[in-house]
């Protein structure tokens, strides 16, 4: 298995919800950033899944965050005809 992350590969932010783990003990994790909301498995490539290999054009900070507008919400399912 891989290295255990210990910060968001977009925005570094330390805390990290335990999503849900892998079947099979062990072979992976999904883990979620409680700042910005990432999610990834454990056993994605380092560009997604670590901080040193994230492409910087995506990174995040903060203040990116703080500055986001806000996320659409989902409509309701329309009713069957």
Known sequence: MHEPTTV?????????????????????????????????RTSEPARRSRRDAYPESFRMTGDDIEAAGEVPVVPPLRAAS
């Open 8 to 40: 968001c590969p977009r925005c570094a932010h330390d805390t990290l919800e335990h999503v849900h783990a892998s079947p099979v003990p062990g072979i992976w994790d999904v883990l979620q950033c409680v700042r910005c909301l990432y999610m990834w």
